[in-house]
């Protein structure tokens, strides 16, 4: 996953907790990889969290 630039994610919570996080590749308007991570050692590295809001 590249770690320069922003990409689309899915944060999963239990209990409150960061349990996992999905993460998507995009190139050209097409999903080209999917990345799941629920190594809490990695999961320590979310910064931030944008709520999804309808448009």
Do not use: C, W
Not at 12 to 20: A, M, N, V
Not at 23 to 48: C, M, Q, W
Request: charged content about 30%.
């Amino acid at each position: 996953m590249r770690s320069a630039q922003r990409q689309p994610a899915l944060v999963f919570r239990l209990d409150g907790e960061i349990d996992g996080v999905m993460a998507f590749r995009v190139d050209k308007d097409r999903i080209t990889g999917l990345y799941f991570v629920r190594n809490p050692h990695k999961l320590t590295r979310i910064e931030s969290e944008t709520p999804l809001t309808l448009r």
